[in-house]
């Protein structure tokens, strides 16, 4: 199977699920993105680390019939899951790779008229060498277009204890598997590293919920991380249990208040 060691969350339906929950909270902060580079009808396009395919079907939507929507994942039963759901329905030009972006040099499939990447960087030490060669498999004229988080909004107001706790527990073991959880923030610094040079353009998208709605990603989250902060000796299973039910108690006792969610940014770049 074609996955990899390091990646911190679960690879279970409930996971992809959250996955597929998450994905609907951004997808008009993407879709604007995706207009906002001309993604256009017959476009050749790639969404690197395309998860359950939630922005494929954004692009195929864009491209019709005679464009090319690739998908490449490094988790091989979602990858096949995802075309399948994808041609199932009615997205012909959509297919999926199980592929490690971060075991070889080249990206399969190339050049391409968009590259796009959500949710990718943030998990890869190795984020300067892949952004590199996803810009590699940009055509000439084409776009490379990259959103990704900066957790240091995440909060609700007033400030609770039990929503700090479950983000520090969320951070920490981030970190211990090699995530940066500010990556977003510092995407133009990225894209210097790469060699691809100052973005055309940037982007910060946000959101702000109730608590008593916004605590059940983040407790969705932190359950997908538990066998990662177990293995990395970042928490037990007993305070991890303490801070789930502390966060639900803390959100049921003041479910209005406000909770601002990481922060999506976006940079995108013409080749
Ligand atoms: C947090 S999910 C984001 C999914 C999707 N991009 C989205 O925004 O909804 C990250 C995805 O990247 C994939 N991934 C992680 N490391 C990868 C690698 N080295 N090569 C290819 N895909 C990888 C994971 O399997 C997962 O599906």
């Known amino acids: 199977m074609t996955t990899t060691s390091h990646y911190a969350l679960r690879r279970t339906p409930e ?3 959250r996955l597929r929950a998450q994905a609907r909270v951004w997808e008009e902060a993407t879709g604007r993105l995706l207009d906002r580079v001309g993604l256009a009808a017959g476009a050749r396009c790639l969404d690197a680390g395309c998860g359950p395919g939630e922005t494929m079907r954004l ?13 490449i994942d490094a988790d091989a039963p979602l990858a096949a899951q995802t075309e399948r759901m994808l041609r199932d329905g009615g997205h012909r030009q959509c297919r999926v790779i199980a592929h490690d972006l971060t075991a070889y040099e080249s990206v399969p499939g190339g050049p391409y008229d968009l590259v796009f990447a959500r949710l990718l960087l943030f998990h890869l030490p190795e984020r300067v060498a892949v952004l590199r060669r996803l810009w590699q498999s940009v055509a000439p004229g084409g776009h490379l277009l990259v959103q990704d988080y900066d957790l240091a909004a995440l909060g609700v107001l007033p400030p609770s204890a039990a929503l700090d706790e479950a983000g520090r527990l969320i951070v920490d073991t981030f970190g211990a598997v090699g995530c940066d959880v500010r990556v977003g923030a510092t995407l133009p610094a990225l894209f210097a590293r790469a060699g691809i040079g100052e973005p055309d353009g940037t982007d910060v998208a946000g959101r702000i919920e109730p608590f008593g709605v916004g605590r059940r990603m ?3 989250v932190l359950a997908s991380l538990l ?3 177990l293995g990395h000796g970042v928490a037990t299973a007993r305070e991890v249990e303490a801070a789930l039910t502390a966060l639900e108690a803390d959100a049921t006792r003041h ?4 909770m601002t969610w990481p922060l999506m940014i976006g940079a995108w770049k013409r080749r």
Request: glycine share 12%; proline share 15%.
């Open 15 to 17: 996971e992809y699920d």
């Open 218 to 220: 983040l407790a969705s």
């Open 59 to 71: 692009m195929a939507l864009r491209v019709g019939p005679a464009g090319r929507v690739t998908g």
């Open 255 to 258: 479910p209005d208040r406000p």
């Open 227 to 229: 066998p990662a902060a």
